[in-house]
């Protein structure tokens, strides 16, 4: 079955960006001229996802108004003339059907995983992270629906990140089934450096079977006092077969302020209307 619906759970508080998270959820932080979580967004449509869950919390209505049509914006930019960022504004409200559902309390990303349940019905699912945003040739998401094409099972996005990091990620034990596929033989939450079987980190995105609400449903709270989707994962791992896609492409965690920088920086580099400007200003600052 063609995966056609995705969840985003977006109800944390994003501590970490305090105070600027006080009253502005994380996910709408800038990179350059987008909130974070279009980025991602546009990354499960390019992959062909048709419907979208947002997983919600207390202070999270501006991603809500970000998604729908501002028709008093689009009138004020129509009148002055200005076609291009009103197609940029009405696109943002046309990518995808879009939904809310509210997760009441802060209970982990499984708990948030568990309130998409109706929403996905008997259908496999996609999981995006907007911590993580991925800059690829192709979207990260579509390779990992390739892999799920394939074998028709569950698929995790993985990662080499270095070993003094591993304790941050969710990490697995694998086998090798070809260029960047892997079979994955067990699933461990945060580990400690000597206790992680691998160097390959869980990221966030994934494709999913409606099999994994059993696991979840009644689960006990894992480490960090959370319901934990790798815990359910792993149970769901005894009945089903679980598949990892090294993906290509530069992660960038913009959940951390430090690679919340990098991103921007990165991103920038790109863009051709900065024409040089950005680096030759980079290089004056560093003094190369």
């Known amino acids: 079955m063609r995966v056609k619906k995705a969840v985003f759970p977006v109800a944390g508080l994003g501590t970490r960006f305090l105070p600027a998270t006080k009253s502005t959820p994380k996910e709408m932080l800038p990179l ?110 579509s390779q990992l629906l390739e892999v799920y094409e394939q074998y028709g099972c569950p698929v995790l996005a993985l990662e080499q990140v270095p070993m003094e990091n591993i304790s941050s990620y969710g990490c697995v034990r694998a086998e090798h089934l070809a260029d960047r596929v892997y079979r994955v033989l067990d699933l461990v939450e945060k580990p400690a450096r000597s206790e992680a079987p691998s160097d390959l980190a869980i990221i966030g995105r994934y494709v999913l079977t409606p099999g994994i609400f059993a696991h979840l449903e009644g689960q006990e709270p894992g480490k960090g006092g959370e319901i934990q989707l790798t815990d359910a994962i792993k149970k769901l791992a005894l009945e089903s077969s679980i598949y990892g896609c ?35 200003f980079l290089r004056e600052r560093l003094g190369c």
């Not at 449509?45 to 729908?68: C, N, W, Y």
């Not at 129509?78 to 504004?89: A, I, P, R, S, T």
């Not at 960038?252 to 580099?269: R, S």
């Open 32 to 141: 350059i001229d987008k909130p974070l979580v279009q980025y991602v967004v546009e990354e499960a449509v390019a992959s062909g996802i048709e419907q979208i869950l947002f997983v919600t919390g207390r202070g999270k209505r501006a991603i809500e108004d970000h998604f729908d049509i501002a028709f008093e914006l689009e009138s004020l930019l129509y009148d002055k003339g200005k076609d291009l960022e009103l197609h940029q504004v009405r696109e943002i409200a046309e990518m995808a059907n879009i939904f809310f559902v509210r997760q009441k309390e802060a209970l982990g990303l499984g708990h948030a995983i568990q309130c998409a349940k109706d929403f996905v019905g008997d259908e496999p699912f996609a999981v995006l992270l907007g911590d993580d945003i991925i800059d690829s040739r192709q979207p990260c998401l």
């Open 246 to 280: 090294r993906f290509e492409g530069v992660r960038h965690d913009c959940g951390d302020k430090l690679g919340f920088l990098k991103a921007t920086v990165d991103m920038a580099l790109k863009r051709e209307e900065f024409n040089g400007a950005f680096e030759a």
